[in-house]
């Protein structure tokens, strides 16, 4: 139950000598199912990756039927996101996409606002991680692929997974194991330094364009 | 598990109390504000006695966001889904008893390489 709270906060027309609150940034982790997506982000997180659940209704198709009786059906959609504490006043979260390619549109809401994505892609299965390199690509956000190296997946390099994937020169490839919280960290700041020559080659197009 | 109502749910299927009876049947919160995952939400003001239409689930969010918190983890701590977390978040705000700050848009130029560096800085760091 909740306790009474002992010190009252003052009233609202005081909102502007509340603290600021600290600035939140997000980085996207998408990849097909399995993958490693939590995995990752439980490497690098300073918490537990925790859970948010997303309730979409859908109208029941396929669902046993009572006689004309329209039916609705809820499904839950899990998100699991991290947190890593840049510094005072400043944190950055990690959210793993929703698996599931029907669920598109919770991605969206989720890229909005983002910093970049990470995209994981498994060798033995590299078709699942298209969806997720279409859709940031089409979004026009900055992204990485991270190739999670499993003990009985293929050895590829770098290149010839850039070049199954036609990414083009545009993204980095990183090989890793989302389980090694260094090998996490590579994936993010090769992403971030991504971003950081995304940023400054638009901002001299910007230049040049005037 | 194979479906709603298909079989006797334990813990693992969540509060007893349907989602949607916390937020008395609404969808989406009373106030325009949309409520990323990422907006923080800090409390500014506690309700007095017996506010109507301020139920324990708003209170715990109170409680939480003293020290400012995402909406993300405020869902998943309280264990609700988002979307009941948003419209109770509507109702705080409606009351002032919170103040929400959205993800910084993006401002100048100078800003974002200087926010991207700080993060590379962090990360590296870890």
Redesign the interface.
């Known amino acids: ?2 306790s009474k ?1 002992s010190e ?5 027309e ?2 502007e000598s ?9 980085i996207l982790v998408a990849g097909g199912f399995g993958v490693g997506k939590t995995t990752l982000v439980g490497a ?1 997180s300073e918490i537990r990756p ?6 979409l209704t859908d109208r029941g198709v396929g ?1 046993d039927d009572t006689d004309g009786v329209e039916q609705k ?2 499904t ?1 959609v899990a ?1 699991d ?1 991290g ?5 005072d006043g ?4 990690l ?1 793993g996409t929703p698996g599931q390619d029907r669920f598109w549109f919770m991605w969206d ?2 890229s ?2 983002a ?1 970049g994505a990470v995209v994981l892609a498994d060798t033995r299965r590299l078709a699942d991680c298209f969806p997720a390199v279409d859709y940031f690509e089409n979004r026009g956000l900055p992204f990485v692929i991270g190739v999670n190296c499993f003990d009985d997946g293929y050895d590829y390099t770098a290149e010839e997974i850039r070049e199954a994937l036609d990414v083009g020169r545009g993204a980095p490839v990183v090989l890793c194991d989302v389980r090694e ?1 260094a090998s996490g ?1 590579e994936v ?2 090769t992403l ?2 991504h ?2 020559a995304v ?2 080659e638009q ?1 001299r197009e ?1 230049v040049s364009a005037l | 598990m194979t ?2 109502g298909s079989q006797w749910l334990d813990d693992e299927a969540g509060p007893i109390v349907r ?1 949607y009876a916390l937020t008395r049947g609404r969808a989406r919160p009373a106030t325009g504000e949309a409520f ?11 309700p007095r006695s017996g506010s109507p239409g301020i139920g ?1 689930e708003h ?2 969010i ?2 939480m966001c ?1 020290r ?1 918190q ?1 909406v ?2 405020i ?3 309280l264990r609700l ?4 977390v948003r419209v109770l978040l509507g109702d705080l705000l409606h009351h ?2 919170i ?1 929400a ?1 959205r ?3 993006e401002s100048g ?1 100078l800003s ?2 200087h ?10 760091a ?1």
């Open positions: 139950m909740v709270p009252v906060a003052g009233p609202a005081d909102e509340v603290p600021a609150a600290p600035v939140a940034v997000k690098v925790l859970q948010t659940e997303e309730l669902v059906t809820t839950t998100m996101f947190r890593i504490t840049i510094r400043l944190v950055l979260y959210f809401e989720l909005f606002g910093l919280r960290k993010l700041t971030v330094k971003l950081l940023h400054q901002n910007n | 479906g709603p989602s990323d995952m990422i907006t923080m939400v800090s409390t500014v003001a506690q324990p209170l715990d109170l409680e003293v400012p995402p993300a983890e869902a998943a701590r889904p988002l979307v009941v002032r008893l103040v700050t993800p910084q848009p130029t974002k390489e926010l991207l560096r700080e993060v590379l800085d962090g990360l590296q870890l």
